[in-house]
């Protein structure tokens, strides 16, 4: 599975932006996907998910509320609406797979893509 994530730029607060991903394989439905994003100087981290069918999407206490993830299976792309944008929030955003649950652990996801560069300016 290639994934590729499009969408980043520089937005200011309060912005929105969304983020797509999308997947050059024909299984793109088989699997979970997870936006997880990373700061300069800081770990990695989970953002949300969503399962294959779209029917279940879990997110991390700093962006609920604010961020919303979705998929179109037909397109094999998965979504990140990101609203009320802060500087905060500004980081390297990564999508990726994982064929089971992968939840909020990256370690556990197989594929992913090469991230988008969201800056939130104040």
């Known amino acids: 599975v290639q994934l590729q994530a499009s969408g980043g730029g520089t937005v200011q607060t309060g912005g929105s932006l969304r983020l797509s991903c999308a997947s050059s394989?024909?299984?793109?439905?088989?699997?979970?996907m997870g936006w997880f994003r990373q700061a300069p100087g800081q770990e990695r981290e989970f953002v949300g998910l969503?399962?294959?069918?779209?029917?279940?999407?879990e997110y991390a206490d700093s962006v609920k509320g604010r961020f919303t993830i979705s998929r179109d299976n037909a397109k094999n792309t998965v979504y990140l609406h990101m609203n009320t944008l802060k500087p905060e929030d500004t980081a390297v955003y990564y999508c990726?797979?994982?064929?089971?649950?992968?939840?909020?652990?990256?370690?556990?996801?197989?594929?992913w893509g090469q991230g988008t560069l969201v800056t939130v300016s104040s």
């Open positions: 394989g024909r299984t793109f439905g088989s699997y979970n």
């Open positions: 969503i399962t294959r069918s779209g029917g279940s999407t």
């Open positions: 990726a797979a994982h064929r089971t649950y992968g939840g909020p652990y990256s370690a556990r996801y197989d594929y």
